[in-house]
């Protein structure tokens, strides 16, 4: 049994990844300032600690008594990152800085969540690790910067590039859900959907339980060699296709606007999955259809 640091314990795949730690018989510190995160993401075995990523001190004085560091605290979202730079500086950037400081002073393990959004418009389909980034927003551009310093641990760095995460608990509430919540909120609730653009834009979803045995088998690793990979399923499906799956799994009929193309959206993103495979024997195993099925069954009860 181990103990572990999860920054961003009450989050979305925070809480997922939570109780996954519990489930395998390990002590879980869950440091939270529950901006977007809830205490009820948490199970009741894991010890939540409040505080906020920007306080390196407070940080550090937990990561003594853990066995390893997951850091997904972050402002989590392209759009309100690009509302408020400053603070999303402070909090991804920092937060970033704090923990790499608090492993390098333990010498314990650091997985830290980056994104796909690193990646900008990479070109190639699929994206490897390898392709070029040039992020284009203000929260990718933080989250490449925070992988260089976590770079700085060595081989006990793993970076994880998740691609888009869905699945039970990502609230459908606020303008800065992912889309498949948006969307399914939207069906459920009888309104209409609007797509920017024609929705040609295709986008590589993975289901949370997947990300999640990713993240929980990089912690576990032999740190032989600092590792970055995707968090993806080589799969992409356009964002059209999505609404119609999504509409189908609902029950209900499609009603759809097409809104303005948002100007900076990358067409099409597929992450490759190769990496993960080799270096940690990973693949997402999920099916879209299986995944919607789930979430569409959290999901009902919130939105009716
Ligand atoms: N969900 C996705 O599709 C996706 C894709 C790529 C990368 N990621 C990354 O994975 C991580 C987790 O994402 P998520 O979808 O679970 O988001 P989330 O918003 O549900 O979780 C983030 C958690 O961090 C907490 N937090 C925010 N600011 C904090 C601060 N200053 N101090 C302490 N805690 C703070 C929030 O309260 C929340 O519990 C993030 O780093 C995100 O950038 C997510």
Known sequence: MARYLVTGGCGFIGGHLTHALVRAGHRVIAFDDLSSGREDNLPPEADLERG???????????AGQCNGIVHLAAIASVEAAAANPRRAEAVNLGGARN???????????????SSAAVYGDAGSRPIAETADCTPHSVYGQHKLKGEST???????????RPFNVYGPRQHPNSPYSGVIARFISACLAGETITINGEGLQSRDFIYVSDIVRLFVAAL??????????????GQAISILSLARAVADTCGTGLD????????????????????????????????????????VGWQRP???
């Open 99 to 113: 923990a790499v400081a608090a492993a390098e002073a333990e010498k314990i393990p650091l997985v830290y969540a």
């Open 302 to 304: 919130v939105v009716q």
């Open 256 to 295: 759809l606007r097409h809104g303005p193309a948002r100007a900076a959206d990358i067409l099409h993103s597929c992450g490759d999955p190769q990496r993960a495979f080799d270096l940690l024997g990973f693949r997402a195993e999920t099916r879209l259809g299986d995944g919607l099925a789930e979430t």
């Open 150 to 160: 976590v770079l700085t641990l060595g081989p006990r760095a793993t970076i994880i």
């Open 52 to 62: 906020c990523v920007t306080d390196g001190t407070h940080l550090a004085s937990l």
């Open 220 to 233: 576990s690793r032999e740190p032989a060699a600092p590792f970055t990979m995707n968090g993806c399923t």
